[in-house]
């Protein structure tokens, strides 16, 4: 096909593509444009209680951002929740790259064993896995503690992973790790395919080994893929909404267990603070938008390619 | 160590590591037909030979799951309709035609598409609360179909760019109008992206839980995801009964593994398509 018949000039007196995109745009608009501008607005007003009952809302300026720039609490929000997206994402690349490379390297029955398996556990919806994963964790009847506690030495009787923070993101993590590594493993695999048998057969013949291959040919060859597919894994790892609420609903309530989103949540929900709610969503939004450009600038590429 | 060696060595732990992967997804099936009485003892079963339906007829018998079914089947169907036209006319706009704004809208779109639910649903509240759209599949589906439509429109797009306007044209040429040469010759061919994007904008809805959780806030109006945490949450002020919360789980799980297995490969392709082909 030639890129010059698809491009066609708009013909004159219609105006079809502009026509086509209104559906789509208001829709977007209402849906997405509106609350970003009232978040914007709101995060910029003083709008607690008192405006929830009609009372007017006044513009209280950056207020709302100097009292969370001030607030340890926030702080320690903020650093909890980059800190578990950035292990998470980092485990989540590490074990996809190398299932994607076992996937490389087995024969055609193993891997497909590996490739329905990984599928299964992606295609779970996150509410269902988190109620399987909350039932394998649980205290007393749970699998883990009963597998763990069976290795000699090892103690894990009605042990409470949900009651200190560090195990309860732990737990939160793997599970995380679980759902995301088939996304990065698939990808990852699919980037190895394209790399070419005669160029690793060449590279064989001048003696590389299995690991300068690795890190001579086959590294720089998926890096495209790979920067790509962590940068996803860092977006979706901040957007932890779900998996948080119901370890939160199995486990302690409160305010150490937050990540960004719950603690958006109870802002909004428990003290009505919709200016301190609307001001640290705008933060996530930000965080967001920054990490995602680079993605969004790889995929206009493919636009234009 | 020989070569073969090394190689079935490293096929028994593909084989292992399948296993381990699968083994909640495992878990979940298989606590869903284990009696209580089972669940209840200390020492886990492996396998479910005793296996009974008490547990799902136990999940249904209140009848609150087909409420939440029916909730759920309405706003998916809202949402893959809607989602699917509006998608599929942006589609055609941006591949089909050279226009100004074109490339702000395809910057928007892509901006658009990542903005998460936790930094939105206090507005998205707010505004449909205040046109008393809360606990009803109008206000919910606007919110999704605003969020599922960029991706649908990116993946749609690639889809309506491979079919060549060469083949529209010669169509045209043997007399068929603009609109007829689109409906017969490039509709067609398009169907399975509309069958792909339709899955994805399918999977999406079903499984949302951050945004219904926050504009279905009263009991009666629930999607599946919110009415599974619920049953979690009731059954847990007792002693938390997992067979039947395992068979709950599997009623909602199974229908979107079904039509996962059917997208996964283009769901793959679309989300990192520019790093792929390199």
Not at chain 1, 188 to 193: K, Q
Request: glycine share 8%.
């Amino acid at each position: 096909m030639s890129a010059t018949s698809t491009l066609r000039p708009p013909r004159r007196g219609i105006r079809t593509p502009h026509v086509l995109l209104i559906p789509a745009i208001v829709i977007l608009l209402l849906g997405m444009g509106y609350p970003v501008i009232w978040q914007i607005v709101t995060s910029l007003q003083q709008y607690g209680l008192a405006q929830q009952f009609g009372k007017p809302a006044p513009f209280v300026g950056f207020d709302n951002y100097v009292t969370l720039a001030t607030n340890p609490q926030l702080w320690a929000v903020v650093a909890r929740s980059l800190l578990f997206c950035i292990v998470t994402a980092a485990l989540t690349l590490a074990i996809g790259t190398l299932l994607s490379l076992l996937m490389a390297a087995v024969g055609k029955v193993p891997r497909l064993i590996l490739q329905v398996s990984l599928l299964l556990a992606w295609s779970m919806p996150v509410v269902a896995a988190m109620t399987v994963w909350i039932w394998l964790f649980d205290r007393r009847r749970g699998a883990i503690n009963y597998l763990l506690d069976m290795i000699p030495g090892v103690n894990m009787n009605r042990f409470d992973w949900l009651s200190t923070p560090i195990t309860f993101f732990a737990v939160a993590s793997i599970i995380v790790i679980w759902m995301s590594v088939p996304f990065v493993a698939f990808s990852i695999y699919a980037g190895l395919t394209q790399v070419s048998d005669e160029v690793l057969e060449a590279a064989q013949l001048d003696g590389a080994n299995g690991w300068g291959r690795f890190w001579g040919i086959i590294l720089p060859m998926i890096r495209p893929v790979i920067a790509i597919v962590l940068l996803l894994q860092l977006i979706w790892d901040l957007r932890v909404f779900t998996q948080i609420t119901m370890l939160k609903d199995a486990g302690s309530k409160s305010g150490e267990y937050d990540l960004l989103g719950t603690y958006i949540y109870k802002l909004g929900t428990s003290s009505e603070d919709f200016g301190m709610a609307s001001a640290v969503s705008i933060l996530v939004l930000a965080i967001t938008i920054a990490l995602s450009w680079f993605y969004i600038r790889s995929l206009l590429k493919d636009d234009e390619a | 160590m020989s070569r073969r060696l090394a190689k079935a060595l490293l096929g028994a732990l593909a084989v292992v590591i399948a296993l381990l992967w699968i083994f909640p997804v495992y878990w979940m099936v298989n606590s869903a037909f284990l009696p209580t009485i089972i669940l209840q003892s200390f020492i886990p079963t492996f396998f479910p030979v005793s296996g009974t339906l008490s547990n799902f007829t136990g999940t249904l018998a209140d009848g609150t799951f087909f409420s939440a079914l029916g909730m759920s089947v309405a706003v998916t169907l809202t949402v893959v309709l809607f989602c699917l036209l509006f998608a599929f006319l942006a589609a055609v706009a941006i591949s089909r035609f050279r226009f100004r704004g074109r490339k702000s809208f395809v910057i928007a779109v892509l901006v658009v598409q990542m903005l998460p639910a936790e930094g939105l649903f206090i507005a998205q509240y707010k505004m449909v609360a205040s046109v008393h759209l809360l606990d009803t599949v109008i206000g919910v589906s606007v919110i999704y179909i605003a969020a599922v439509v960029p991706f649908t429109i990116w993946m749609l797009r690639g889809f309506v760019a491979g079919v060549p306007a060469d083949l529209e044209e010669a169509a045209m040429v043997d007399g068929l109008s603009r609109f007829g040469a689109f409906m017969r010759i490039t509709f067609p061919l398009l169907a399975p992206g509309l069958v792909a994007s339709g899955v994805y904008a399918f999977l999406q809805a079903w499984n949302e839980f951050t945004v219904a959780l926050v504009l279905l806030p009263s009991g009666s109006s629930q999607t599946l995801p919110l009415w599974l945490r619920g049953f979690v949450q009731a059954s847990a002020t007792k002693e938390t009964d997992w067979g039947q919360v395992m068979a709950a789980s599997t009623l909602v799980a199974v229908p979107v593994i079904v039509f996962f297995l059917i997208v996964q490969g283009r769901l793959t392709s679309g989300l990192v398509s520019g790093a792929v082909k390199g």
